[in-house]
């Protein structure tokens, strides 16, 4: 009798580890393109971007929050605010309207300055050279973090976060910023951080995190929200996924955040040293491992917008910013929506 019964606890332990694995993600693993050894970013590099001509663009250039710089075709300056308190973190580039490139007019980044609590609105010129000016500012931003761009109305969505070691609601919201530089706040929540539409922009994604008398978050979860075509405004807010639940990482950070053009969500977890993928119905469909701790941001940019490239800290030299690279089979977001255009 109880060799039968010891067979039938091992025969239980095998099906439960046989379920258990049978139901783990994929694995794939990011290939280093720019190291400690070649980088000319800082520690603080974030904001990664894509231009229509799929070039990627990250901040803190020569150690310098307040200067843009490629990460592709080549590592060059790109802009450099003309103030020192200046602090870019997110950016995204915008679609050209006939009367910008009749005004001579290259490329158009916003990005959020973080120090002096704006939008920044950058105009580069068919000559190379680079203007700045003020797109959107109210009294309610909060350490403006990341954005997204609807491309049917123009509207902006905004995260910020005041980080300290024992958060609340209104440390972080949500933010909107009409075409014409008006702006308001739409909701109050703790740190807000990545940002995302999906790709027809009926809805709108936001991460949110908290600590309790702690460096390190006791949550970190990505709220979907209803978004409405007119008025711009977000409701109907629901849980898409709480890292607690899912695999206990609720202490690594959520990052930025991007979609494909199927809809599929791409999540940065720093201190995780991974991206995870869900499906718009909330199931995890991979992860990527890289060769650093610290994503802070990603896009999808190249040829065909089917590179993901990962910024953060690098491993061996923490006063320098790496990037890995992902080639994906779905195109990115914002590579198609200023490809549509």
Excluded at 232 to 243: C, R, T
Excluded at 251 to 260: L, S
Excluded at 285 to 313: H, R
Excluded at 322 to 341: M, S
Aim: proline share 4%.
């Amino acid at each position: 009798m109880k060799f039968h019964i010891l067979i039938l606890i091992c025969s239980i332990i095998i099906s439960v580890a046989s379920a258990i694995d049978h139901h783990k993600p994929t694995t794939f693993k990011s290939t280093p393109f720019i190291n400690s050894k070649d980088s000319k970013f800082g520690p603080l590099i974030e904001g990664t971007s894509v231009n229509k001509a799929g070039e990627v663009f990250a901040t803190s250039f020569g150690n310098k929050s307040s200067q843009i710089a490629h990460i592709t075709p080549e590592q060059t300056l790109y802009h450099a605010s003309p103030r020192d308190t200046t602090y870019f973190n997110g950016i995204r580039f915008l679609p050209l309207s006939k009367q910008d490139e009749e005004a001579g007019i290259k490329n158009i980044l916003l990005a959020t300055n973080l120090i002096e609590e704006e939008i920044t609105k950058i105009m580069e010129m068919d000559d190379g050279t680079t203007k700045q000016e003020t797109f959107c500012k109210d009294d309610s931003f909060i350490k403006p973090n990341d954005l997204t761009l609807s491309k049917s109305t123009g509207r902006i969505y905004i995260s910020g976060q005041n980080y300290s070691t024992t958060t609340k609601i209104g440390d972080g919201g949500l933010w909107l910023c009409q075409p014409d530089g008006k702006a308001m706040q739409l909701l109050k929540l703790e740190r807000t951080n990545g940002v995302e539409l999906s790709p027809d922009e009926n809805f709108l994604y936001v991460s949110e995190g908290a600590n309790r008398n702690s460096d390190f978050a006791i949550s970190n979860k990505i709220w979907k929200f209803k978004v409405d075509h007119v008025t711009g405004f977000v409701s109907q807010k629901e849980l898409f996924v709480d890292f607690e639940k899912l695999d206990g990482t609720q202490t690594w950070e959520i990052d930025g955040i991007r979609t494909d053009i199927e809809g599929n969500l791409y999540v940065t977890r720093y201190f995780g040293q991974k991206i995870v993928t869900f499906s718009p119905n909330k199931k995890v469909l991979f992860e990527i491992d890289l060769s650093f701790k610290n994503p802070t941001n990603l896009e999808f940019a190249g040829k065909n917008g089917k590179t993901l490239f990962i910024v953060g800290k690098c491993p061996d030299d923490e006063t320098k910013g790496c990037v890995d690279k992902f080639e994906n089979d779905i195109p990115g977001r914002a590579f198609t929506y200023l490809n549509a255009h």
